[in-house]
């Protein structure tokens, strides 16, 4: 101890409460401490003070200013003096920094008073070693520089009396400047600063406070002058009928520990971060600031996320329909604005008319009309079709106050008191309007800009979903007409009649004559069916197309035995003899009738289509993987950069306009599905040198034959360039809340911290035993939380963990806060079994409590003892047994009659977790506790 005594420790550390933890600790253990709040003050200690320091303790994170490595830096430039760290921070990178600095030692914080002793010890003993060493060789040299110093000395005695008398002058003329500096300081400091002393009771309570002095921001930021401020008592200056903040004053005041807050002060309508210390007994000073506008920002940075995730949702929702999708986004877009209630009107410019597609469900439940509308004129409409007349999005947040505009609306009607309403554009067209009402705060500029970008992405959905709609039902019409497509075979002689030889069945359904009316030309001639003015020109062009020996094959109309007008396809060929003759003719006839109509209706389709497309910057492809023949759409051409036809589309081609990072994969992924059938679904961007980066999206289904192989994929290509830089957006948001989780994180270990800092202090001061009984049992529990947080903040998963992993170091943590009055041994067989945090934090209390009762009562008047732990799973259940070899608890105590808080709170969890605890005394106490998992 004697040592010990002369041993003094520099802790330098920013938090005041882990900083009295950890000096009381040192204390106790006969070390001297000087402590440091900052790195700049902890080398004015050693350097301008001169004080002597053996080791230092050294925080890294030390708030605004250098940080624990800078100032360690600083020190050791000048200074021989061990330096043990001592951090949360268990990153790689840090602790590689600290080892280049010294190799005294590194210490996480929580490791446990007795890890930080065995550190100090030992760099002591390093330094020891090493002064040893040093002392040594400076020994080779003393004799050959004593004579020398010996002059050196008698000069200097001269030159430091001569040094004194300068310093004095020095001295005094620095007191005048740090006099001046602080009263420089005071005025001139952007934050405000008030003095006061508190005014105490008869019974010596604080019931209020004076205000003693203030600085001109004081005045700037209150409005309140010094002249009315100073000598006033706070219930009177503020107006708030009690002082405010008088309970966390008065404390600061009569305690001196300082204290930091942030609060709402309602008689000003500000946000105030107030610091608080206590300059002298009885008086506090507060600095403080005006957060208002960080507190405003804050909260619309986070409203502004909770929007852009509502803008994922809705462009990520799986659509079953397109009234569906708008039901849903409509949704959203109220709760992304606040609102309560909504539509959607989808609007015909030509007409001039409002049909509604969509309500939101709260203001069809607020609405009273009986008859409720559904189709309004654009004339006809209020101050809601305002945004249709001046094309542009209206806003109005005090709908109750009179305006020309409005023209009332029908009683009965769902109240309204804001307004927002957007049209929705479709090039220079108005196609759709939104409207959102009864939104808590005003709406603003945000709210329309984001319901501007969702609206027109979700409209630009909209018409693709319609597009591939359309086309979908189109190709399935045209399938359906070709699998039923009724039709007939024939062998005719090639004469003008076509007289017929043979004539399949079919010909009935498209005829409406029998095969035997035209064979032989028994009742008529098949010429005689095909409408007169395709008669000649059919023959002459069979005529010298069989005379070329290829097959024929034309679409021409005929008249059916009814009257009626068909078209049919006809594909035939010449069957010739072996000296080169025409014997007759052989081919296939059907009816067409309803393709041909179907052609009519699908060049609108397409038409249509091409629009949808243009609207939605989408193009279409197909590729023949037997051919390798390509087309492109119109707008793909566009999409690509590229001239319409200005070269043959093909798979070369379009890797041509992919910029060159993503060539190679997008041939690889081309090829892997062509392989394997797979859809294809890819992106890339586009090289464009004149323009802004570009990025389209391709997907693309395979078409099969009846062997499985891919013939054909046929697909979309669409402008996503807007989604990547939303997606940009989106990674950036969550970048910055990663960081800040990670700093949240870190101030919830150090809070922990301090909080069982604060727990084992007041026990330690305590001289009740039952009083540090109960704080120590509190400091059990505290630990048992920290170590849990402690091992999900350093997992991967952050709300699951080994149970082998969490229990063994919680118990070793659990039995080092007691006195070791016994020797204990600790044997554990744990399996490795993942649990949630909320079962390990119930598990955690558990075996604490029990811990806690066998340290206090099985070893009395022993010197060693063994506690046994084993943790394991049968089928679906947990098991865990805790037994000690100590004294056995008492036959009266059990869980229904419980002797303490212990046994009950071990109790209530059990049933908490439905599960069942025993106990056994053979030998020591046993504790069975089971629960399903």
């Not at 502004?304 to 799986?318: D, G």
């Not at 396809?569 to 010739?576: A, C, I």
């Not at 249509?608 to 993987?625: F, H, I, P, V």
Request: glycine letters at 6%; hydrophobic letters at 40%.
């Amino acid at each position: 101890m004697d040592e010990l005594q002369q041993k003094t420790i520099l802790l330098v550390e920013d938090e005041a409460i882990i900083a009295l933890t950890e000096s009381s600790m040192l204390k106790m253990e006969g070390y001297q401490v000087i402590h440091s709040e900052s790195g700049e003050n902890a080398i004015d200690i050693i350097s301008v003070k001169k004080k002597h320091v053996d080791l230092i303790l050294m925080d890294i994170d030390l708030g605004k200013g250098m940080d624990g490595t800078q100032a360690a830096q600083e020190i050791l430039k000048t200074f021989d003096i061990p330096v043990v760290f001592l951090s949360s921070h268990t990153e790689k990178e840090i602790v590689e920094k600290t080892e280049k600095i010294t190799s005294y030692g590194y210490v996480v914080k929580n490791s446990g008073d007795t890890v930080l002793l065995a550190s100090i010890k030992m760099a002591f003993k390093l330094h020891k070693a090493h002064m040893v060493i040093e002392n040594h060789k400076q020994d080779l040299h003393a004799s050959n520089e004593e004579f020398q110093q010996t002059l050196e000395e008698l000069e200097a005695t001269n030159e430091e009396y001569e040094a004194m008398n300068m310093e004095l002058l020095e001295s005094q003329d620095k007191l005048q400047f740090s006099e001046e500096r602080y009263r420089g300081l005071y005025c001139s400091i952007n934050d405000g600063l008030c003095l006061h002393e508190i005014i105490n009771g008869e019974n010596g309570t604080a019931i209020d406070y004076r205000i003693l002095d203030v600085n001109p921001m004081y005045e700037r930021i209150t409005g309140i002058s010094k002249d009315i401020a100073v000598g006033k008592l706070a219930s009177a200056l503020y107006g708030a009928g009690n002082p405010p903040f008088l309970e966390q004053y008065s404390g600061v005041a009569a305690t001196g520990m300082p204290i930091v807050f942030e609060t709402y002060f309602p008689p000003m309508n500000k946000h105030f971060q107030i610091s608080v210390f206590s300059p002298s007994k009885g008086q506090f000073a507060t600095v403080f600031q005006d957060i208002t506008s960080r507190r405003l920002a804050e909260e619309e940075l986070k409203s502004n996320s909770l929007r852009l995730e509502s803008m994922v949702r809705i462009m990520q929702y799986k659509v079953d329909s397109i009234q569906d999708f708008l039901d849903y986004v409509l949704d959203e877009a109220i709760r992304m604005t606040g609102s309560k209630f909504g539509y959607i009107y989808v609007y015909n410019e030509e007409k001039k008319e409002f049909v509604l597609n969509t309500w939101s469900k709260d203001v069809m439940e607020a609405c009273m009309i009986t008859e409720k509308q559904t189709l309004y004129e654009l004339d006809k409409t209020g101050f809601w079709g305002e945004a249709v007349r001046q094309r542009k999005p209206i806003m109005n947040n005090n709908f109750k106050a009179p305006n020309p505009l409005k023209k009332g609306y029908p009683e009965g009607h769902a109240p309204l008191d804001k307004f927002m309403s957007v049209p929705v554009f479709s090039g220079d067209k108005i196609i759709a309007v939104v409207g959102l009402a009864n939104k808590k705060e005003d709406y603003n500029e945000t709210d329309l800009n984001q319901m501007i970008l969702l609206m027109d992405s979700v409209w630009k959905a909209v018409d693709l979903k319609r597009a591939e709609y359309g086309l979908r039902e189109s190709n399935r019409m045209y399938a359906m007409l070709l699998s039923n497509l009724p039709g007939f075979v024939y062998r005719c002689v090639n004469d003008k009649d076509w007289t017929m030889e043979y004539m399949s069945e079919g010909c009935l359904e498209i005829t409406g004559y029998k095969a035997e009316d035209f064979i032989g030309n028994n009742v008529l001639p098949y010429n005689d069916i095909v409408r007169k003015d395709f008669q000649e020109p059919l023959w002459k062009e069979w005529q010298e197309i069989l005379a070329k020996r290829i097959p024929f094959e034309d679409e021409y109309p005929i008249i059916t035995a009814s009257g009626k007008e068909r078209w049919v396809w006809e594909r035939g060929r010449g069957v010739f003899s072996n000296d080169d003759k025409l014997l007759y003719l052989e081919g296939f006839i059907t009816d067409i009738t309803a393709r041909k109509q179907a052609e009519d209706e699908l060049k609108d389709t397409n038409k249509r289509l091409k629009l949808a497309l243009n609207a939605a910057k989408s193009g279409t492809w197909e590729w023949d993987l037997q051919t390798n023949e390509n087309i492109w759409s119109e707008e793909l051409w566009n999409l690509y950069g590229l001239t319409p036809h200005s070269s043959k589309p093909s798979f070369d081609l379009w890797l041509q306009t992919i910029h060159p990072d993503h060539q190679d994969s997008l041939k690889s992924a081309v090829e892997t599905a062509s392989l394997k059938g797979d859809d294809l679904n890819v992106e890339w961007r586009v090289i464009n040198p004149d323009g802004p980066e570009r990025w389209l999206m391709s997907r693309g289904q395979p078409e099969c034959n009846d062997s499985g192989q891919v013939i054909r994929y046929i697909g979309v290509v669409i402008d996503i360039t807007e989604r990547k830089l939303d997606e940009n957006k989106i990674r950036a948001i969550l970048s910055e809340k990663e960081l800040i989780l990670k700093e949240v994180q870190h101030r919830i270990k150090n809070n922990m911290s301090v909080i069982y800092g604060l727990l084992t202090m007041q026990m330690n001061n305590q001289s009740n035993p039952d009083v540090k009984k109960t704080l120590l049992d509190a400091a059990g529990r505290i630990q048992s939380m920290k170590v849990l947080y402690d091992k999900l903040y350093r997992s991967e998963v952050s709300n699951e963990l080994s149970l082998k992993e969490y229990l063994p170091q919680l118990v070793n943590e659990i039995i080092s806060i007691f006195p070791q009055n016994v020797s204990l041994t600790v044997k554990s067989e744990i399996e490795d079994i993942i649990l949630s945090a909320k079962l390990l934090s119930a598990l955690g209390i558990i075996i604490n409590e029990l811990i806690t009762n066998t340290v206090k009562y099985a070893f009395t008047n022993r010197n060693e003892g063994v506690i046994t732990i084993l943790a394991k799973r049968i089928d679906k259940h947990l098991s865990i047994t805790y037994e000690d070899n100590g004294n056995c608890i008492p036959e009266s105590v059990s869980f229904d009659n419980p002797s303490g808080f212990g046994l009950q709170l071990i109790n209530i969890i059990t049933k908490q977790l439905h599960g069942s605890i025993i106990i056994e005394r053979q030998g020591g106490t046993r504790f069975v506790l089971q629960f399903q998992v």
